[in-house]
C-alpha cells in the first residue's frame, strides 16, 4: 500500500510540474491555433465522431434489449433513435453540422435572452452590469450564427471548438507561470 502511495506521489508531483504543465499549455496552444485554420475540418470531425458514438451506443442498447427483458421496448426505443442518429451523422456530415449549428445558434439567443431576464430579475444586486454584458454577448452571437445560417455551419462548430483549446492552453500557461510552493500532495 505504502508503495502505491509512493507512486501516486510522483505521478502527482510530474503532473503539477511547471515544465510539464508549460508544455502541455504550448503544445494545446499550438494545436488550436492550427485548427482555428481549418474550422470545417473540426466541425466535421466533430460530427463523425459523435456519429460513430451514436452508432456504438444503439448496437449496445440493442444488445442490452435482447440479454434484459426489463425495459426491453425502451432498450428499442433508444437503439433506434441511436442508430437512426448516427447513421444519419456519419451518411449527411454537412447536414448534422448544418443541423447542429442552428441548434447552438437557437440555444445561444435563448441563453442570451435568459440572461438579460434574469438581469432584470436581480437588478438591485451587484453584478448586474456584467449579468447584462453577458447576456447580450450571448444574444448578439446567437443571433450572428442563426442570421448567417446555414453558411456559419462550415466554421462555428469548429471555431467554438478550436477557441476554446486556445482559452485551454492560455490557462494552463497561465498555471505554469504561476510561482509555486513546494507542497506534495
Do not use: D
Request: aromatic share 10%; glycine share 10%.
Amino acid at each position: 500500500m505504502a508503495e502505491t502511495s509512493g507512486e501516486n506521489n510522483k505521478l502527482c508531483r510530474v503532473m503539477v510540474n511547471p515544465w510539464v504543465t508549460g508544455v502541455l499549455a504550448v503544445a494545446e496552444l499550438v494545436l488550436g491555433f492550427l485548427l482555428l485554420s481549418f474550422p470545417f475540418v473540426l466541425g466535421a470531425s466533430a460530427v463523425w465522431v459523435c456519429g460513430f458514438v451514436l452508432f456504438a451506443a444503439g448496437l449496445v442498447r440493442v444488445v442490452q434489449c435482447l440479454i434484459r427483458a426489463e425495459n426491453r421496448w425502451w432498450n428499442l426505443l433508444a437503439a433506434l433513435v441511436y442508430l437512426c442518429l448516427g447513421w444519419m451523422m456519419l451518411r449527411l456530415p454537412v447536414l448534422s453540422l448544418e443541423v447542429a449549428t442552428l441548434g447552438i445558434g437557437i440555444a445561444l439567443t435563448v441563453a442570451g435572452v435568459l440572461r438579460l431576464l434574469m438581469a432584470a430579475v436581480l437588478h438591485s444586486r451587484s453584478g448586474t452590469l456584467w449579468r447584462v454584458f453577458n447576456g447580450l454577448i450571448s444574444l448578439v452571437l446567437g443571433l450572428l450564427v442563426i442570421w448567417g445560417w446555414p453558411g456559419s455551419s462550415f466554421w462555428v462548430l469548429g471555431s467554438i471548438l478550436a477557441v476554446e483549446m486556445i482559452f485551454s492552453g492560455w490557462t494552463l500557461l497561465f498555471l505554469a507561470l504561476a510561482p509555486h510552493t513546494t507542497k506534495t500532495v
